[in-house]
């Protein structure tokens, strides 16, 4: 609907401004792109306000409050790399006596226990209101 009226004013603007003046390039481009704003402001002028609205405002059913929380340990397992090493160990021959063999042993890991402190605090926590 709005842009129909304003190309009808656009056309109207044009033709009126083509029939007063006889002119040429620049004066012409000039009386168009007037008419092009005057059709855009009085199209402004008819449109129609938006409505107001009324807005309901809802309480919070929650609340907040502080407590203490007190320091712990906190144990992480890490896991370590053991390098590649040799092992000496004892060997019982089927006559009884012993001898030492050097044993290869690849690459592993061991998992070791690291204990943390964490010092205690001041937490905020949110509660529900029934």
């Known amino acids: ?6 190309a009808i004013l656009v056309g109207v603007f044009l ?8 002119a040429d390039g620049w004066e012409t481009a000039g009386k168009i792109l007037t008419g092009v704003v005057i059709g855009q402001v009085v199209g402004e002028i008819f449109r129609t306000p938006p409505r107001e609205r009324e807005v309901e405002i809802i309480r919070p059913s929650y609340y907040e ?10 144990e992480t397992p890490v896991y370590e790399m053991m390098p590649e090493r ?3 160990r004892l060997v019982e021959r089927e006559d009884g006596t012993l001898y030492e063999i050097e044993v290869k ?4 890991t061991r998992p070791v226990i690291i204990r943390e402190w964490i010092t205690g605090r001041w937490e905020t926590r949110i509660a529900r209101r029934w």
């Not at 609907?1 to 304003?6: D, G, P, Y």
């Not at 033709?15 to 006889?22: D, R, Y």
């Open 15 to 22: 033709f009126a401004s083509a029939q007063k003046a006889f």
């Open 105 to 108: 042993i690849p690459p592993s």
């Open 65 to 74: 409050y502080r407590v203490w929380v007190p320091g712990r340990y906190k």
């Open 86 to 88: 040799y092992e000496k």
């Open 1 to 6: 609907m709005r842009k129909s009226v304003i």
